[in-house]
């Protein structure tokens, strides 16, 4: 099934909701449910990352066919032109590329603040 640039928004919109939020780092049983939403959310991503690169490939070669045979433009302002008529898609990959790392990032912080709470907890 083929997902639209718009699908891929509105749930990367989502996500973004999710990671933006704060969360208590007091409390043991929230930051695992972070953790839990998060691999969820990370695994999300990474097939979205697949959808947006195959998106953003799709339309540079359209946009790269279109601009072929035309003898007035060199080889590099055509992959230029095409670039830049790519941009909504570019954009979108970069983003959803973004946030895919900044999941696990934050993954790697939660489960430190989880084990600091652990290790505090057992004293």
Known sequence: MKVSVDEIEKEITEIVGFISCYYNKDNGNEISERITNLNIYLARTSVLLSEAQFIYDERFSKETEKLIGNEL??????????????????????????INSTITHQLDSIRSQLSYLKSFNNQ
């Open 73 to 98: 433009l060199t080889a590099s302002t055509i992959n230029n032109l095409a670039k830049s008529r790519c941009a909504t898609e570019n954009k979108l990959l970069k983003l959803v590329d973004r």
